[in-house]
């Protein structure tokens, strides 16, 4: 297995390590979330987190549900293992207050310039590294990794590997939820491998991103289904969602930098080095007892990552102020 994922690697360069879940025994909990997506239409489907904002998920169906599952068998992790939750729980990031703070307007202009001399292509699929957080009523929260790769093929097909690995810890073992309970698994664990034929859809996302900011914002819209308009929050999201499932070139990056500019309340935060080691600008919003942490590239203006973390405590879930909700890293 280490030597496939090495193999990968080596034709899609990135910083070692890796996550991702597997399937499990669901509680009651589980079994209302799952029947609930059920009664919903595909195209209004969403992941839900116990007394947030609904977090766009607008994925094919096996990904929501393979999401809930998650996200419920996972906090089921914690107990009966002496692992520490450290293993895999982020913390937040650093950002390093900037004396001459770079506008989005500025990274926007600089963005076009890039794209204007060439830059990247637009390529259908995504690598991401990704932590997400798990709770439940009963059980202290816990967070496991991922890393997945998506490639798409000429005839319309894809695959998709996902990945066991921390790269805040390279080499150690990853924490892992099985049908036998939490264990630890080997980093570079392959926890799924999937092929899927060819897709008929061409709807957001799966149609590709436009290069111009006012479309590219109908595109969001529509790929996040928000009938009602994206406010900076579920922009957020729909930009997660469009980055899950594109790996934007150039001139698509630099159309998303325009849109980003004229978002309110995302405000320039400094300078950050991401955790794959990458330098970046940080831009961030607040709400409703979240932080979101806007990563981007300080000179094609291309995201880098996001992270959310919370802002005020919730006993119920055993969240503290400053822990990652959830934090995803895009490659290409």
Not at 99 to 104: D, N
Not at 119 to 137: D, F, I, N, P, Y
Not at 289 to 312: K, Q
């Amino acid at each position: 297995m280490a030597d496939e994922l090495d193999l990968l690697r080596a034709a899609d360069p990135v910083p070692a390590d890796h996550p991702r879940l597997g399937d499990g025994p669901l509680d009651q909990r589980a079994e209302r979330l799952l029947a609930d997506l059920r009664r919903e239409p595909p195209a209004r489907r969403r992941l839900r987190w116990p007394g947030l904002r609904p977090v766009v998920r607008s994925r094919p169906a096996w990904a929501v549900l393979a999401a809930v599952a998650a996200a419920v068998t996972l906090s089921l992790v914690f107990g009966g293992t002496a692992t520490s939750p450290a293993v895999a729980a982020p913390r937040p990031l650093v950002v390093r207050a900037d004396a001459t703070p770079v506008s989005l307007d500025e990274l926007a202009r600089r963005a076009r310039s890039d794209a204007a001399v060439g830059g990247q292509a637009l390529r259908k699929g995504t690598h991401v590294q990704s932590w997400s957080l798990a709770m439940s009523e009963d059980k202290p929260p816990i967070t496991l990794p991922e890393e997945r790769i998506v490639r798409w093929k000429p005839d319309g097909s894809h695959t998709e590997l996902v990945v066991a690995t921390d790269p805040t810890h390279p080499g150690r073992p990853v924490l892992r939820d099985g049908e036998d309970g939490p264990r630890l698994v080997e980093d570079g664990h392959v926890l799924s491998r999937r092929s899927y034929p060819r897709s008929w859809s061409d709807a957001p996302p799966q149609s590709p991103p436009p290069r111009d900011a006012t479309r590219l914002r109908a595109w969001l819209q529509e790929a996040a289904s928000e009938p009602d308009g994206l406010d900076t929050g579920t922009l957020l999201d729909a930009v997660e969602l469009m980055l899950d499932n594109w790996t934007p070139g150039a001139r698509e990056s630099a159309a998303l930098a325009e849109l980003l500019a004229g978002t309110d309340g995302l405000r320039p935060a400094g300078r950050v080095t991401d955790r794959l080691g990458r330098q970046g600008l940080a831009y961030s919003y607040e709400e409703r007892g979240l932080a979101h942490l806007l990563i981007m590239d300080p000179r094609t203006g291309a995201v880098l990552g996001l992270e959310t973390t919370f802002t005020r405590a919730d006993p119920r879930y055993g969240v503290r102020p400053g822990d990652v909700m959830a934090y995803s890293a895009w490659m290409r």
